[in-house]
């Protein structure tokens, strides 16, 4: 059973910092690729980056140059580094294993979530 708890939210101003994390349970972050979501009030959920297996990333447009997404194997852990905050940036962000369908085939819930709020 694999279970995904995010952490590390807050409310922030803008052009703060603040990093996020994801901690894995029944599998291993090195063995997977793995994704950061988030989903602002009234949209859909949203893709906001990924960290492959071989360590290589991309990112939405809308962070890139900003945001980071890293993990520590040893850690089980998936972090997401936020850097000069927007109030757009004002969402629940959750974590997840990618591609998309792979939560969906092994059953995968989505975690609670940590809420990310930045005034302006």
């Known amino acids: 059973q694999v279970q995904l708890v995010e952490s590390g939210g807050g409310l922030v101003q803008a052009g703060d910092s603040l990093t996020l994390s994801c901690v894995v349970s029944g599998s291993s972050v090195s063995d997977n690729a793995m994704a950061w979501y988030r989903q602002a009030p009234g949209k859909q959920r949203d893709l906001v980056g990924r960290i492959n297996k071989d360590g290589n990333t991309n990112y939405a447009n809308s962070v890139k140059g900003r945001f980071t997404i890293s993990r520590d194997d040893a850690k089980n852990t998936v972090y997401l580094q936020m850097n000069s905050l927007k109030p757009e940036d004002t969402a629940v962000y959750y974590c997840?294993?990618?591609?998309?369908?792979?939560?969906?085939?092994?059953?995968?819930?989505w975690g609670q979530g940590t809420q990310v709020t930045v005034s302006s």
């Open positions: 997840n294993l990618y591609p998309p369908n792979i939560p969906i085939l092994r059953g995968i819930s």
